[in-house]
């Protein structure tokens, strides 16, 4: 029996209507959930780039870039292991403006985190904090205490550790 693996999917593609809904229903079918998704535009111009972290078997993963790769507005997809790539995750937290200035201690926990305060009002004051999932997760716990009003975290970027080769690819396409 395979186990399951996190896995980063990074899918090339154009940037047309209907292709987030195509991607999606592939993982629908197969009854795999996302945990993480997040688009961009590539290193490439008028190149997007879509990044999916999914948990699934090895054999699972193969056959999923397959069927992505299928969709007319793909380019090209590929998977990576957590060691194969580096990653982040941003998160913004929106707390109290009270707990600033009344609990000094929550200073201490914003500086032991690496976080930083993006803007301050007299009703609340917000904290970035870039890092894994897990620190970011840590961050929303600890602040929780002190009034937390809002909380959002992005879906993971990445770049992987060795060369994507992508911009041959597509320069093979365009001599054709």
């Known amino acids: 029996m ?18 987030l809904n195509r991607i999606s229903a592939i993982f629908l079918k197969r009854h795999i959930n996302i945990e993480s998704f997040s688009t961009s535009l590539s290193e490439i111009e008028n190149v997007f780039r879509f990044i999916i972290v999914v948990n699934m078997d090895p054999d699972q993963i193969k056959k999923i870039i397959l069927q992505i790769e299928k969709q007319v507005d793909v380019i090209r997809a590929f998977y990576h292991t957590d060691d194969e790539t580096i990653f982040q995750e941003s998160a913004l937290y929106k707390v109290k403006s009270s707990s600033l200035f009344e609990e000094r201690h ?8 690496h976080a930083n305060i993006v803007t301050v009002s007299p009703e609340f004051f917000v904290i970035e ?36 080769k992508i911009s041959e690819i597509l320069n093979t396409f365009n001599k054709k």
């Open 2 to 19: 395979n186990t399951k693996e996190t896995y980063t999917i990074s899918i090339y593609s154009e940037n047309n209507i209907g292709l």
């Open 106 to 113: 929550i200073q201490n926990v914003i500086k032991k985190s």
């Open 129 to 164: 904090k870039t890092g894994f999932r897990n620190e970011t997760e840590s961050l929303r716990r600890d602040l929780l205490e002190y009034g937390l009003l809002q909380f959002v975290r992005s879906g993971r970027i990445s770049v992987t550790k060795s060369k994507m």
